[in-house]
């Protein structure tokens, strides 16, 4: 066979011949202009982007007769040995198969000995796949290596080459090729090899090559083994299994129109004519990452997609007819349909399926256009909210009960354990405070307590928010339990519990109390405990919100306009607590 593959054929031989890395080509050229040759390298990048090709015309370089030179001759011995690999003093490593620490040991010993050319360089290609123990015997020898040795390593995975090999060689990163780079080289090739291909069939190879000239040299090659001399578009997509353009872009058109029936059609014309489901689902998320693209850009999109000028005119016009919050749904639906096909068993479903929930997705709401509907709404005036009746700032303000009521009874007095007697007591007094008659005050102290504790010290305001206030005077403040809670009154009456229970009550009330714990009778009913009161109490203010909200004519458009209903209203910080809470009267009954 002495047929020889495109890639090879049409392999770099000098510097101005790589493709698409001058970055590295003439920081080259000049470093040998300039006698700063390092003596170790490290080329980096994806496949097929010329690392192994530009370090071989680096070894021609530097050992040419005529050299070191930016411009190998290619003719003298050293040049075409190099070219042929038959030098001795060009050794090429395959890093995979040699990754050893003998290997590198062997290295070691080869260095040591003189070379027949200028220098003796050694090219390691998948440096990466070098075990730990060979990158730690190779360091001494890449730091100091004999002054006629070079090291060229070249990776596509530049991550896992240990810092310490990174940090002893000048690093050169190879980017991936343009599109219409690859497309340029591939219509050389197409000329000098006497093949017609059209434009739209380069464009097709150079997208499937993926930044890659040499896949696309490969890609070419299987195409011209296919379709002989004369190359069309339909050959090049059923050899290389890529999709018609025209069925993306009718699919991407059909989601945004949101006509499911005929975007199941595409899927189902490919589906029968076996065409791969996972390589449109892959076009599809280009497609509308390319919408994306024109509805941000405008008429810059030119600059960010590789199409036609008609085809970038249109794509402006789809996406400009379509909000940017849509294409955003549209993208992240289509990049999770694309992962779920790596491990689909039926592929057509799944794509179906996505199909469906692409043409159901809600419309999105735009703040801007919110806010411009809102305020061109009629404005009602919302009906004043009733004021509460100012609390009274003083016991002596405390109008007097009407005759024939009196205070309900909190129910029987509760048996101190503090001085326990044999005799039964009588039942406890109403809730008061010590300044003789707003129980409202007292259980304010109270309520406002069981939240300071609560904040302080976590479990104890939930043992203490399941008692009930009994009373609240001038020096004490009495809370009881039921005889089951037996536990409860024990940690409350711990005495560092007792003490920071004081403590807070102090700074609450204004005045020093004293805490003591009694035992509520099993035979009366017992008053509300704290819990149920904040309960109770909390209740109320979110209803009190809710209608106050109710009422804004801005919340009533807002819930018409998106057919909501009200959940919740939430406070709108501290000093809204209880801000709408009606006010509480005293609690009695009839006499």
Same mark, same amino acid.
């Given at each position: 066979?002495?047929?020889?593959?495109?890639?090879?054929?049409?392999?770099?031989?000098?510097?101005?011949?790589?493709?698409?890395?001058?970055?590295?080509?003439?920081?080259?050229?000049?470093?040998?202009?300039?006698?700063?040759?390092?003596?170790?390298?490290?080329?980096?990048?994806?496949?097929?982007?010329?690392?192994?090709?530009?370090?071989?015309?680096?070894?021609?370089?530097?050992?040419?007769?005529?050299?070191?030179?930016?411009?190998?001759?290619?003719?003298?011995?050293?040049?075409?040995?190099?070219?042929?690999?038959?030098?001795?003093?060009?050794?090429?490593?395959?890093?995979?198969?040699?990754?050893?620490?003998?290997?590198?040991?062997?290295?070691?010993?080869?260095?040591?000995?003189?070379?027949?050319?200028?220098?003796?360089?050694?090219?390691?290609?998948?440096?990466?796949?070098?075990?730990?123990?060979?990158?730690?015997?190779?360091?001494?020898?890449?730091?100091?290596?004999?002054?006629?040795?070079?090291?060229?390593?070249?990776?596509?995975?530049?991550?896992?080459?240990?810092?310490?090999?990174?940090?002893?060689?000048?690093?050169?990163?190879?980017?991936?090729?343009?599109?219409?780079?690859?497309?340029?080289?591939?219509?050389?090739?197409?000329?000098?090899?006497?093949?017609?291909?059209?434009?739209?069939?380069?464009?097709?190879?150079?997208?499937?090559?993926?930044?890659?000239?040499?896949?696309?040299?490969?890609?070419?090659?299987?195409?011209?083994?296919?379709?002989?001399?004369?190359?069309?578009?339909?050959?090049?997509?059923?050899?290389?299994?890529?999709?018609?353009?025209?069925?993306?872009?009718?699919?991407?058109?059909?989601?945004?129109?949101?006509?499911?029936?005929?975007?199941?059609?595409?899927?189902?014309?490919?589906?029968?004519?076996?065409?791969?489901?996972?390589?449109?689902?892959?076009?599809?998320?280009?497609?509308?990452?390319?919408?994306?693209?024109?509805?941000?850009?405008?008429?810059?999109?030119?600059?960010?997609?590789?199409?036609?000028?008609?085809?970038?005119?249109?794509?402006?016009?789809?996406?400009?007819?379509?909000?940017?919050?849509?294409?955003?749904?549209?993208?992240?639906?289509?990049?999770?349909?694309?992962?779920?096909?790596?491990?689909?068993?039926?592929?057509?479903?799944?794509?179906?399926?996505?199909?469906?929930?692409?043409?159901?997705?809600?419309?999105?709401?735009?703040?801007?256009?919110?806010?411009?509907?809102?305020?061109?709404? #009629?404005?009602? =005036?919302? *009906?004043?909210?009733?004021?509460?009746?100012? +609390?009274?700032? $003083? %016991?002596?303000?405390? /109008?007097? !009960?009407?005759?024939?009521?009196? #205070?309900?009874? =909190?129910? *029987?007095?509760?048996?101190?354990?503090?001085? +326990?007697?044999? $005799? %039964?007591?009588?039942? /406890?007094? !109403?809730?008061?405070?010590?300044?003789?008659?707003?129980?409202?005050?007292?259980?304010?102290?109270?309520?406002?307590?069981?939240?300071?504790?609560?904040?302080?010290?976590?479990?104890?305001?939930?043992?203490?928010?399941?008692?009930?206030?009994?009373?609240?005077?001038?020096?004490?403040?009495?809370?009881?339990?039921?005889?089951?809670?037996?536990?409860?009154?024990?940690?409350?009456?711990?005495?560092?519990?007792?003490?920071?229970?004081?403590?807070?009550?102090?700074?609450?009330?204004?005045?020093?109390?004293?805490?003591?714990?009694?035992?509520?009778?099993?035979?009366?009913?017992?008053?509300?405990?704290?819990?149920?009161?904040?309960?109770?109490?909390?209740?109320?203010?979110?209803?009190?919100?809710?209608?106050?909200?109710?009422?804004?004519?801005?919340?009533?458009?807002?819930?018409?306009?998106?057919?909501?209903?009200?959940?919740?209203?939430?406070?709108?910080?501290?000093?809204?607590?209880?801000?709408?809470?009606?006010?509480?009267?005293?609690?009695?009954?009839?006499?």
């Amino acid at each position: 066979m002495s047929y020889l593959v495109l890639a090879r054929k049409w392999r770099p031989q000098s510097f101005d011949d790589v493709a698409g890395q001058e970055h590295v080509t003439e920081t080259l050229k000049n470093a040998i202009r300039q006698d700063r040759v390092a003596h170790a390298f490290l080329f980096a990048g994806p496949r097929g982007v010329g690392k192994t090709t530009t370090a071989r015309i680096l070894a021609r370089a530097l050992n040419c007769a005529q050299g070191p030179t930016p411009a190998p001759c290619g003719a003298c011995d050293p040049c075409r040995e190099i070219t042929a690999g038959m030098s001795l003093d060009v050794q090429e490593i395959d890093g995979a198969s040699n990754r050893g620490i003998d290997q590198i040991r062997e290295l070691r010993e080869s260095v040591k000995y003189a070379s027949v050319s200028r220098f003796k360089i050694y090219i390691i290609d998948e440096v990466h796949m070098l075990t730990t123990e060979a990158f730690n015997a190779l360091l001494k020898t890449l730091e100091e290596p004999p002054p006629h040795v070079i090291f060229i390593f070249a990776t596509t995975e530049r991550h896992k080459v240990p810092a310490t090999i990174r940090s002893r060689c000048q690093t050169y990163d190879f980017r991936r090729i343009a599109p219409a780079e690859i497309r340029q080289r591939l219509a050389k090739i197409a000329e000098a090899e006497g093949a017609a291909i059209s434009p739209a069939g380069l464009h097709i190879l150079a997208r499937a090559a993926d930044g890659s000239l040499r896949d696309a040299q490969s890609l070419f090659d299987q195409v011209l083994a296919f379709a002989g001399s004369t190359i069309s578009d339909e050959d090049l997509r059923n050899i290389l299994g890529t999709m018609d353009e025209a069925a993306v872009r009718d699919f991407a058109r059909a989601i945004l129109d949101r006509t499911p029936e005929a975007a199941i059609e595409i899927v189902d014309r490919l589906a029968e004519d076996g065409r791969d489901l996972k390589v449109f689902t892959r076009e599809v998320v280009t497609r509308v990452r390319d919408l994306l693209i024109a509805n941000a850009a405008g008429e810059k999109t030119g600059r960010f997609v590789d199409l036609t000028e008609a085809e970038v005119r249109e794509l402006i016009e789809e996406g400009e007819r379509v909000p940017a919050e849509t294409l955003h749904m549209l993208y992240q639906l289509f990049v999770r349909t694309e992962d779920e096909l790596r491990w689909s068993q039926r592929p057509r479903h799944t794509v179906e399926i996505a199909v469906l929930r692409a043409c159901h997705l809600p419309q999105p709401v735009i703040l801007a256009d919110l806010i411009e509907r809102l305020s061109q709404a #009629p404005a009602e =005036a919302a *009906p004043p909210a009733p004021q509460p009746p100012a +609390r009274p700032s $003083s %016991p002596s303000r405390t /109008p007097p !009960p009407p005759a024939g009521r009196r #205070p309900v009874s =909190a129910g *029987p007095r509760p048996v101190s354990h503090e001085n +326990r007697q044999p $005799s %039964p007591e009588p039942g /406890p007094a !109403p809730v008061q405070s010590g300044q003789g008659g707003q129980s409202g005050d007292a259980e304010s102290v109270w309520l406002n307590l069981v939240r300071e504790v609560k904040k302080k010290k976590a479990n104890l305001g939930g043992y203490l928010e399941q008692g009930s206030l009994v009373r609240l005077d001038e020096s004490r403040i009495v809370v009881g339990y039921k005889a089951a809670s037996a536990f409860l009154q024990d940690m409350i009456r711990r005495k560092e519990n007792r003490e920071t229970i004081e403590t807070l009550a102090k700074g609450i009330a204004g005045r020093a109390l004293a805490l003591e714990v009694t035992t509520l009778p099993d035979d009366a009913p017992a008053p509300p405990t704290a819990g149920e009161r904040l309960e109770e109490k909390e209740k109320k203010g979110q209803k009190a919100r809710a209608e106050a909200a109710m009422a804004d004519p801005l919340t009533q458009s807002a819930l018409e306009m998106f057919g909501g209903k009200l959940v919740s209203v939430e406070n709108g910080g501290a000093n809204a607590a209880g801000a709408n809470e009606p006010p509480e009267a005293p609690i009695e009954e009839e006499g």
